[in-house]
């Protein structure tokens, strides 16, 4: 009996890791149809508030390259609208970049003039984000709809990982 129990949490968390696995990042357009614009004041800071960033998201810059482009700057130089040393400079006017980090990534138009009329963006990754409706929701039942003794084998094949998973999944509840 331990054992069969041993050996359904391992399957219940192969199934959790294989959600994280599975698992992509949401792709939000910058601006929503106005995109990345001086034209029509556009509230940035509104926008991504409206928003909840987590890893792996992606965000687009869409934009008339002729007239601006995407630096990522530190947090002084987003407050003061100085973009003579970006981090990183994106220029094609349809640039996806992937947030892979916690915290505030800040982006300017590096164009004069721009960033001091709002072209300026605040993307937050909270560290610990709202749960996902997968957590809340019951798991899906299992693919063999009776478990036959058959079926548990790959299963009691994996408790031998079983530490390895828990120490994965430990750290995904840490840092996630
Ligand atoms: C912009 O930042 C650079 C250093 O990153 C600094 O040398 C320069 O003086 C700043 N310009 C203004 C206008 O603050
Ligand atoms: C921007 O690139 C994406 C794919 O990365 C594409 O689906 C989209 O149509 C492009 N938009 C423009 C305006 O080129």
């Known amino acids: 009996m331990r054992m069969r129990m041993a050996a359904e949490g391992v399957c219940l968390i192969v ?3 294989g ?5 992509k990042g949401e792709v939000y357009k910058v601006g929503d149809s106005a995109g ?3 034209i029509g004041n556009i509230d940035y800071k ?3 508030a409206t928003k909840t960033f987590q890893l792996g998201d992606v965000i687009v810059f869409e934009y008339n390259p002729q007239f601006h482009n995407v630096m990522q700057v530190v947090h002084s130089e987003y407050k003061a609208c100085n973009a003579s040393s970006p981090i990183s400079t994106h220029t094609t ?3 996806s970049i992937a947030i892979n980090t916690h915290g505030h990534h800040f982006f300017v138009c590096g164009v004069p003039g721009h960033c001091q009329s709002g ?3 605040d993307i937050n ?9 997968s957590f809340s929701a019951p ?3 299992p693919a063999v709809p009776s478990p036959s003794p058959s079926a548990a084998p790959p299963c009691l094949q994996l408790r031998r990982l079983l530490p390895n998973f828990l120490l994965f999944y430990l750290l995904i509840t840490l840092f996630a």
């Open 119 to 121: 072209q300026k963006l």
């Open 93 to 95: 006017g349809n640039d």
């Open 15 to 17: 199934v959790v890791l």
């Open 46 to 48: 509104l926008w991504s």
């Open 139 to 141: 798991l899906p039942p």
């Open 19 to 23: 959600w994280f696995g599975v698992s």
């Open 36 to 38: 990345w614009t001086t």
């Open 125 to 133: 990754v909270l560290r610990s984000p709202s749960p996902t409706p």
